[in-house]
């Protein structure tokens, strides 16, 4: 009887400290961004430039892999947002027109973040993507 009486504390502490949260949603914290989509011309000249409306924009939780873990679309202002999420490492990231790449695909264009604090809001540097013409 000694015993659980010791043993029930030990267990709720050991359970309440050892759930760590990793990279993921669940959090407070939140990730901004947008997206600005550069016309470039056949001699590599940007003619003009434009906010991206409805463009994907990807998010891997951590670094366990490399698929997308979640997507948004950006707004009409090329805006973009990942909330709740946890402190950790993501990798945003894009395509982009590619006019090296072999049989017409795109190119990835990845920025790494790191959220330190559970209520950090990042902005993200805008992001550009490029579309020949």
Not at 16 to 23: E, G, H, M, P
């Amino acid at each position: 009887m000694k015993n659980i009486k010791y043993l029930v504390p030990f267990l709720i502490i050991t359970l309440l400290f050892s759930c760590t949260k990793s990279a993921g949603t669940g959090g407070r914290a939140t990730i901004k961004g947008n997206i600005v989509v550069d016309n470039i011309n056949i001699l590599g000249n940007i003619v003009d430039s434009y906010d991206a409306q409805d463009q994907e924009v990807y998010i891997i939780y951590g670094q366990q892999n490399n698929t997308h873990d979640d997507d948004v679309n950006t707004s009409y202002d090329g805006t973009f947002e990942f909330k709740y999420l946890n402190k950790g490492n993501y990798e945003i990231f894009v395509y982009s027109d590619c006019v090296d790449c072999p049989k017409g695909q795109d190119s990835l264009i990845t920025k790494t973040i790191t959220i330190s604090d559970s209520e950090e809001i990042i902005e993200m540097d805008t992001i550009r993507i490029a579309n020949f013409i």
